[in-house]
């Protein structure tokens, strides 16, 4: 369950440090002071998305810190041991977002991102918003509540995984199917086009090479003329070679050397220069000699680069890309030569899969079915004890016109209601007032809730558009509810906040120029006075505080 809530500048929030106990808490206070904002923080540490108009004006960034209990949660504990975020049985969660909007995201102080902090955030806390009534109205919703109802995860994942691999042999397939009529003449195609290719001796294809030996055996009269003329340059040349000339200077310094010793190391620079001259004259001459006109080579050079120029333009591609377009033609030939049996193998997956699909499909329908009609009994009785005497709540299943192999089954769900005797049942939107569809939607998020094993739930305003006596029946249930888990709840309904075994009262003050939420526990004679003030507005009577007393004992006796 959740232990502590702890709020830093964030919002109308400066600084919040809330305990909360199991059971039931509520929180009442008046309109704007500040309720939702206190979801809205629980929201942000449990992976909502942030931005920088939740960070207090003249704030560096919020903060969000929140505890956790794992006592009555085994599966969030088994999930932190999964991920190695587990901290001796304990659960923090924190989430700071920054004044550029920026947040980050921590479990037991380690770094998450938020898709790790929503999968673990559904093990522990399930919020009922106050417009859930309006989602209530969606087929895909509806759909949804009733396969959470009965449980169908492991049984969806398992007939939706099977649909995809049907969709995609069976999509293949008609590729295939489509593309027979012209399967001859684009056989005959590659063959040729592959026949063009392996011209180029594919295996030691190497364009580069090939380029390079061009240029060199093109370009070999000048490559041994002015090779030529340079050796001459450098060493050939008795009277004005480069060797020459050095050997003089080398002598030269040398000498001078005698006198001036700091020319030593200059002498023997020139000395290893000299050697170099040497060394590099004898590979140019070794270079020259071994070259060699070979015309006959140069035109097959000519030739094959050619035909790679000719190829790369027609098939519109760079010249070292010749080898793998090869490959792909090859392995779309041999596509096209084993279609019939890759068909035939598409046949049999689609046969396989379609039976599989079929089978898990009627498992799912049936179970639908059967959860089907007990929900409906359940949220009937509901409604009738929440002002709707002749309420009668259906679970309608239609099985799917098209066969084939569809996500989330065969079925069309859609719940219906009649509301009045003799009327038939007809879908929730055209049937239901604003304050029927209300009560329909808490009396289905009630029922739903009594089997899920979410350790703390939360309710935001869900009663909104009850009363009187209604109103108290709804806070009966939300108490009953919290006998073997913990419940939040924010009401303006003292019926529903007088069944809390926690009262939070959340006012609004203004200091300086900055508005500030505050949250208050409170103690027996302030929630009183604070269910007094919800049932009697701005005058509150001796009668008002003594009704107000007679709900709260009235509720510990229950």
């Known amino acids: 369950m959740l232990l502590n809530l702890?709020?830093?500048?964030?919002?109308?929030?400066?600084?919040?440090?809330?305990?909360?106990?199991?059971?039931?808490?509520?929180?009442?206070?008046?309109?704007?002071?500040?309720?939702?904002?206190?979801?809205?923080?629980?929201?942000?540490?449990?992976?909502?998305?942030a931005d920088s108009g939740y960070v207090r004006p003249h704030c560096k960034r919020a903060e969000i810190n929140i505890e956790f209990d794992l006592s009555d949660a085994p599966l969030a504990g088994q999930w932190l041991a999964e991920h190695e975020l587990d901290d001796d049985g304990q659960c923090l969660i924190r989430r700071t977002v920054g004044e550029d909007g920026r947040s980050k995201a921590y479990i037991n102080n380690r770094p998450v991102n938020l898709h790790t902090l929503q999968a673990l955030a559904r093990l522990l806390v399930?919020?009922?918003?106050?417009?859930?009534?309006?989602?209530?109205?969606?087929?895909?919703?509806?759909?949804?509540?009733?396969?959470?109802?009965?449980?169908?995860?492991?049984?969806?994942?398992?007939?939706?995984?099977?649909?995809?691999?049907?969709k995609n042999a069976h999509k293949t397939l008609q590729q295939l199917l489509k593309t027979g009529s012209n399967q001859a003449e684009r056989e005959e195609l590659l063959r040729y086009q592959l026949d063009e290719l392996r011209q180029l001796d594919l295996q030691q294809f190497d364009y580069a090479a090939l380029t390079e030996q061009h240029r060199k055996l093109a370009n070999l009269g000048k490559i041994l003329s002015e090779g030529q003329q340079q050796l001459q340059i450098l060493y050939d040349n008795d009277q004005q070679s480069v060797a020459d000339m050095l050997a003089h200077v080398l002598h030269a310094l040398s000498d001078l050397s005698r006198y001036a010793g700091e020319l030593q190391p200059l002498v023997e620079l020139l000395t290893e220069a000299d050697?170099?001259?040497?060394?590099?004259?004898?590979?140019?001459?070794?270079?020259?000699?071994?070259?060699?006109a070979d015309p006959q080579h140069l035109g097959w050079l000519e030739q094959q680069l050619g035909v790679i120029q000719s190829l790369s333009r027609k098939h519109k591609v760079q010249p070292e890309t010749l080898p793998q377009l090869a490959d792909e033609l090859a392995a779309e030939l041999d596509g096209i030569s084993h279609s019939s049996e890759r068909i035939e193998a598409l046949q049999q997956d689609c046969s396989r899969l379609q039976a599989q699909y079929t089978q898990l499909a009627q498992q799912l329908s049936a179970s639908r079915a059967r959860a089907g009609a007990e929900l409906q009994q359940r949220i009937s009785a509901t409604i009738k004890e929440l002002g709707m005497p002749h309420g009668e709540f259906i679970v309608e299943l239609r099985p799917l016109q098209n066969r084939e192999p569809q996500l989330n089954g065969w079925d069309t769900i859609?719940?219906?209601?009649?509301?009045?005797?003799?009327?038939?049942?007809?879908?929730?939107?055209?049937?239901?007032s604003g304050g029927e569809l209300s009560r329909?939607?808490?009396?289905?998020?009630?029922?739903?809730?009594?089997?899920?094993?979410?350790?703390?739930?939360?309710?935001?305003?869900?009663?909104?558009?009850?009363?009187?006596?209604?109103?108290?029946?709804?806070?009966?249930?939300?108490?009953?509810l919290s006998a073997n888990r913990q419940v939040l709840c924010v009401t303006h309904l003292p019926q529903v906040a007088a069944q809390a075994h926690q009262h939070l009262f959340v006012a609004k003050n203004q200091r300086a120029e900055v508005?500030?939420?505050?949250?208050?526990?409170?103690?027996?004679?302030?929630?009183?006075?604070?269910?007094?003030?919800?049932?009697?507005?701005?005058?509150?009577?001796?009668?008002?505080l003594a009704h107000a007393k007679e709900m709260l004992e009235s509720s510990s006796d229950a």
């Open 275 to 292: 050697i170099q001259i040497q060394e590099a004259s004898q590979q140019l001459r070794r270079f020259l000699d071994n070259q060699e």
């Open 6 to 49: 702890n709020i830093i500048d964030l919002a109308v929030v400066d600084q919040l440090d809330l305990d909360l106990d199991p059971g039931m808490s509520v929180l009442t206070g008046e309109t704007g002071a500040g309720k939702s904002i206190l979801l809205t923080a629980l929201g942000l540490a449990l992976g909502d998305r």
């Open 126 to 166: 399930e919020i009922h918003g106050q417009h859930a009534h309006l989602t209530l109205l969606d087929s895909e919703a509806q759909r949804r509540l009733l396969d959470d109802f009965a449980d169908h995860q492991a049984l969806l994942h398992a007939l939706n995984d099977c649909q995809t691999a049907w």
């Open 515 to 544: 508005t500030a939420s505050t949250v208050k526990r409170l103690n027996e004679q302030e929630r009183v006075e604070e269910i007094a003030r919800m049932l009697g507005g701005v005058t509150i009577t001796e009668n008002t």
């Open 414 to 432: 859609e719940f219906l209601v009649s509301t009045n005797p003799g009327l038939p049942a007809k879908p929730l939107a055209k049937v239901a």
């Open 440 to 480: 329909i939607s808490l009396a289905i998020q009630v029922t739903t809730s009594s089997d899920k094993t979410t350790p703390t739930m939360i309710f935001d305003e869900v009663d909104s558009g009850i009363g009187g006596g209604i109103a108290e029946i709804v806070g009966q249930k939300l108490r009953r």
